[in-house]
């Protein structure tokens, strides 16, 4: 039997807690740290260091929590869904696991599009275990921008008076975000194709990275990663397919647009999968390795960019 909020809840439990300062961390938080020793049940914090010294001084028990740095440790949300999904198998046969995690953003120094992504697409994700997650974000240093994204993505909301609430602005749905260019495709772009091959595109992108400071792997994964993208286009996109590279001096981004609508879940590229015989493990791959992979929307169609480099 499940403890607390989540009693009767079956599937992945996500709340989300506005906290204005560490006062309202520390009443969110410990109380669901301690419920969770006291019903002897899995709990984990992954938090950046701050936090985690807020939560080891005020629990009553240090010794039955799992301390895990915080998302942030990695670079990219594939690898943390691939962590935690481990993580979570690990705990098969527990009626509940509670896990309270810090999500990156760019209040921390973090990229947001793909972290926004993962807040929707963890409801799908992680719906096959009994976990309860909590996602406190402080009010003090979170952008505008990443609040409106975090109470559309998650079910209920935790408060610092104890409430556990049903979100009224959860939406189950899930769009891609409406975006421009970036202020780096300002200028003229060293690479635009329309229509191009997808070797064309290799070609393209491996010159476009010819005298930026970037490592083999660095330039290789950018290659692979437009080439994908190019395919994913002419697959599932509607023509043309343009692409356009620009180079700074120490990264490089690739833009393919095409006048479709985009991915329609907020899963894609965040796990592999074989419902499509393009794109689905190359995407994928692409998320894993590129630096910064963002999916937009905009008067044009639907734009992937893919950033390596620094």
């Known amino acids: 039997m499940r403890s607390g909020a989540a009693r009767g809840h079956v599937g992945y439990f996500h709340e989300v807690a506005f906290c204005g300062g560490d006062e309202d961390y520390r009443r969110v938080v410990v109380p669901f740290v301690d419920e969770g020793v006291a019903a002897c049940e899995p709990v ?3 938090c950046r260091p701050a936090n985690e010294r807020l939560v080891r001084e005020a629990i009553a028990d240090p010794r039955g929590v799992v301390f895990l740095p915080g998302a942030g440790q990695y670079d990219r949300p594939t690898e943390a ?5 481990k993580l979570f198998a690990g705990y098969a046969g527990a009626p509940q696991v509670r896990v309270v995690g810090d999500v990156p953003h760019p209040g921390v120094g973090a990229s947001w599009d793909w972290w926004s992504r993962y807040e929707a697409a963890v409801n799908q ?7 309860w997650g909590l996602c406190p974000y402080d009010l003090r240093v979170t952008p505008a921008r990443v609040l409106a994204d975090v109470v559309r993505t998650h079910p209920r909301v935790a408060g610092a008076d104890g409430s556990h609430l049903p979100n009224p602005r959860y939406r189950s749905t899930w769009a891609l975000p409406s975006a421009g260019p970036t202020a780096f495709e300002a200028g003229r772009p060293v690479v635009e194709l329309t229509d191009p091959t997808p070797a064309e595109a290799r070609r393209a992108v491996a010159g476009a990275c010819a005298g930026v400071p970037l490592s083999r792997d ?4 950018i290659v692979y990663a437009a080439s994908e993208a190019v395919t994913n286009a002419q697959a599932h996109g509607v023509p043309p397919v343009r692409l356009r590279a620009w180079a700074g001096p120490s990264r490089v981004l690739v833009a393919v647009t095409d006048r479709g609508e985009g991915p329609t879940s907020p899963t894609a590229g965040l796990v592999p999968t074989d419902r499509t015989a393009t794109a689905g493990v190359g995407l994928w791959l692409t998320h ?3 630096r910064d992979v963002t999916m937009t929307r905009d008067p044009e169609g639907y734009t992937i960019r893919i950033t390596t480099g620094r």
Do not use: H, K, L, M
């Open 288 to 290: 894993r390795t590129c």
């Open 44 to 46: 984990v914090v992954a």
């Open 125 to 131: 994700v992680f719906d096959e275990f009994p976990v």
């Open 81 to 85: 869904i691939v962590a935690y999904r």
């Open 218 to 221: 660095e330039v290789d994964d």
